[in-house]
């Protein structure tokens, strides 16, 4: 059964359902069973709050250092630079976010204009 | 940045940012809460976080859509599926695995198991965000719900927010805040889709640097612990020694990595604070 399998209209949003929602909120599903276990101020909550910032904190690294789309194309140097760059501006003027992001695109878009 | 709800302004200065709830404080705050329960309040802390949208994540977030409206016209998938995916899986990085495997070819089972696979990440994040969401009386149906609206944005941004809130007005104001995103992102492939907008190359290569430099600042920010900092460290140094290795489960095991350095380091700030 593949996504061209069936022409009635419906079989496309079973198919997102079946391979989409369903393989995706399982895992939510489990994450609430797990969460409503682990008690507030227990060393188990500090651990599962560990790996799941350490998780988005892959999600950045991966989308800083293996994008798709556009960014793919440029250099892997140019978006460590921006986001450092955007990130010492967080830490050093204030922690705004929106300075750091603006920070970091001017460095970003000025290195894909020169290259 | 506080920002005041739409309505029950008054409930709010007394109970919504007169204390913070910091980890050493007990499950309760420390006021005597009134347990105003009414529909009322609840209406108005859910229009609290459904005014979110107009936040710079929320912004941030529907540019990381637009792109991915352009990617679904690309692989022939229309314009219903496409925001009805977004709507029922509520995960882009799901998504863009889906979309790979219906233009791959792949079997039912065979992109169940691909999205499975990107998707468990949101297991740990789901565990670690109900203990801040849910309050005292919170039914666990509620939070089975709500849990579907659980993205990396919308975990940063209620990470973030949650302490600004009255513990058991919190599942109100994420449900505003979640079902907003969710429904507004929605519309937004559809609309992108429609008008099928086109943007020079480097105009989405900005864009999609955006995401990834507002987790980094507002996960930073959000942190009420040193332990938050040190998982952000070792996940940002780990995950490309990890995608070396073993990229399929690159994102998963630098999550346990970077949690068990970080339980390492609590234990031994703990043992020379002792």
């Known amino acids: 059964m593949t996504w061209h399998s069936l022409t009635d209209w419906w079989w496309p949003y079973l198919f997102i359902l079946l391979a989409g929602w369903l393989p995706t909120d399982i895992w939510r599903y489990l994450g609430v069973l797990i969460g409503g276990k682990v008690r507030e101020d227990s060393d188990a909550l500090i651990a599962v709050r560990a790996v799941a910032t350490a998780l988005v904190a892959g999600v950045i690294a991966q989308l800083i250092l293996y994008p798709s789309g556009s960014l793919a194309e440029s250099s892997i140097f140019l978006r460590i630079g921006a986001a450092a760059v955007g990130f010492l501006a967080y830490l050093r003027l204030g922690r705004h976010v929106i300075v750091s992001v603006i920070a970091a695109e001017i460095v970003l878009i000025t290195g894909l204009y020169f290259s | ?274």
Do not use: C
């Open chain 2, 1 to 274: 940045m506080k920002r005041p709800p739409l309505g029950g302004l008054f409930l709010a200065g007394m109970t919504g940012s007169g204390y913070r709830l910091d980890m050493a404080d007990s499950e309760f705050s420390p006021l005597p809460e009134q347990e105003d329960d009414s529909l009322r309040t609840r209406l108005s802390w859910f229009l609290s976080g459904a005014s979110m949208i107009f936040s710079i994540p929320a912004f941030i977030l529907m540019t990381a859509h637009v792109g991915f409206a352009g990617f679904a016209s690309e692989n022939g998938v229309s314009l219903l599926q496409a925001s009805f995916m977004v709507a029922a899986i509520w995960a882009l990085p799901a998504n863009i695995v889906l979309i790979g495997a219906i233009s791959g070819g792949y079997s039912l089972l065979g992109a169940a198991i691909a999205v499975a696979l990107s998707s468990i990440r949101l297991m740990p994040m789901v565990a670690a965000f109900i203990p801040e969401m849910r309050g005292p009386k919170t039914r666990r149906i509620t939070l089975l719900f709500l849990s579907h609206f659980i993205a990396v944005t919308a975990w940063v941004m209620g990470m973030e927010r949650f302490q600004h809130i009255p513990r058991h007005m919190r599942t109100s104001y994420f449900a505003g805040l979640g079902m907003t995103l969710t429904a507004t992102n929605s519309l937004v492939v559809a609309l992108v889709y429609f008008l099928s907008t086109d943007f020079p190359p480097i105009v989405f290569a900005a864009l999609f640097f955006l995401t990834p430099m507002y987790f980094l600042t507002s996960l930073w920010g959000s942190a009420r612990d040193r332990s938050i900092h040190v998982a952000m460290v070792s996940g940002l140094v780990l995950f490309p020694l990890i995608h070396h290795l073993a990229p399929a489960y690159d994102l998963l095991l630098t999550g346990f990595a970077g949690g068990a350095a970080t339980m390492a380091y609590v234990r031994w700030a703990r043992a020379r604070a002792s």
